[in-house]
């Protein structure tokens, strides 16, 4: 998700100070995604600088500025929900370059990237059920369901690498 677009619907909501979009951001996503302070900061200003948020208000008792998002921000916002993702990956990820170039430089043994990038999906595996289990007790239906396509993304993932692992890349038998 787009860090621009997240706060943007969050500004929706309510108007907020940077330091509570953060946490309202982070806790979303259910801690999945740890923002950078400053990172929200430099968005939200340059959010202000293309007119999508304006200040609400003067400054706080503790000199935080409010921020709220303008008609343009929600436009923007719901052009940007309106559109369909291509999907969770591209052929720019660095996984398929990566295959690519040790196919050729390693005369074809796969074997070793395959392993670290099989045990790499288990370990993303255990922690989005972890995840999963956690956001159903915290009663998060909505973040439970996000990390379920998340977790068929990565069984996809597990099963396309052991495919890679029995053929090889070019699709003959290793």
Do not use: C
């Amino acid at each position: 998700m787009s860090l621009k677009y997240g706060l943007l619907g969050l500004l929706v909501e309510e108007p907020l100070h940077g330091y509570e979009v953060k946490n309202r951001f982070e806790a979303m996503l259910g801690g999945t995604w740890e923002v950078n302070i400053g990172q929200v900061y430099t968005t939200l200003q340059r959010l202000e600088r293309d007119g999508l948020v304006r200040p609400a208000g003067e400054r706080g008792d503790r000199g935080k500025l409010l921020y709220e998002i303008s008609d343009s921000g929600r436009k923007a916002l719901n052009e940007w929900l309106a559109q369909p993702e291509s999907g969770p990956q591209e052929l720019r990820e660095d996984i398929y370059v990566k295959l690519l170039l040790a196919a050729r430089l390693a005369n074809g043994d796969l074997g070793p990237l395959l392993s670290r990038q099989k045990r790499a999906y288990l370990q993303r595996l255990r922690d989005l059920n972890q995840l999963e289990a956690r956001a159903k007790k915290d009663g998060r239906t909505d973040l439970a369901r996000l990390v379920r396509g998340a977790l068929l993304h990565t069984e996809a993932d597990i099963k396309w690498i052991d495919e890679l692992s029995e053929t090889g890349i070019s699709g003959e038998s290793e």
